[in-house]
């Protein structure tokens, strides 16, 4: 099978694990991955790839629900097979002290000093976690 053909297979099998709103939510991490630099919602649906309204990425992220499981299981099945492989994590902090109505907001370890120069914050954390493909190199 050709790199073409495995591509093709692989964002099929990954556009079927998401829910409702599956072609603005698709078309929306498409976006994510060619734009450079997101500074808002705005910027990503103005990417070419994004063929829709700018409030749709409103509706895709309030709307959709992807099968997370199944996801990493896809992501997972394509990662070649050597003899190590090596992850990189992050994790990003965004402080909102002054926001004490927002769902889910948590405390979370801010190095720069939150308020009052405290290293803790109320605010949301953000984890990524990367494969990184290449063995040699930084």
């Known amino acids: ?12 099998a990954a556009y079927d694990c998401l829910c409702r ?3 603005a939510t698709f078309e929306l991490m498409d976006a994510i991955l060619l734009t450079r ?3 808002s919602l705005a910027d990503l649906s103005m990417c070419p790839v994004f063929r829709r309204q700018w409030s749709s990425i409103y509706e895709a992220i309030q709307d959709t629900r992807p099968q ?7 992501y997972s099945k394509n990662i070649p097979k050597q003899e190590r492989i090596v ?3 992050d994790h990003t902090t965004w402080s909102r002290p002054d926001a004490p109505t927002l769902r889910e907001r948590t405390y979370e370890h801010y190095p720069q000093g939150g308020k009052g120069g405290r290293p803790v914050t109320p605010g949301y ?14």
């Open 1 to 12: 099978m050709d790199v073409f053909a495995q591509l093709r297979e692989f964002r099929q």
């Open 68 to 74: 997370r499981h199944k996801l990493m299981r896809l």
């Open 21 to 23: 709103a599956k072609d």
């Open 37 to 39: 630099n997101a500074y």
């Open 125 to 138: 954390g953000y984890s990524t976690i990367a494969w990184i493909p290449e063995t040699e190199g930084s």
């Open 87 to 89: 992850l990189a994590g």
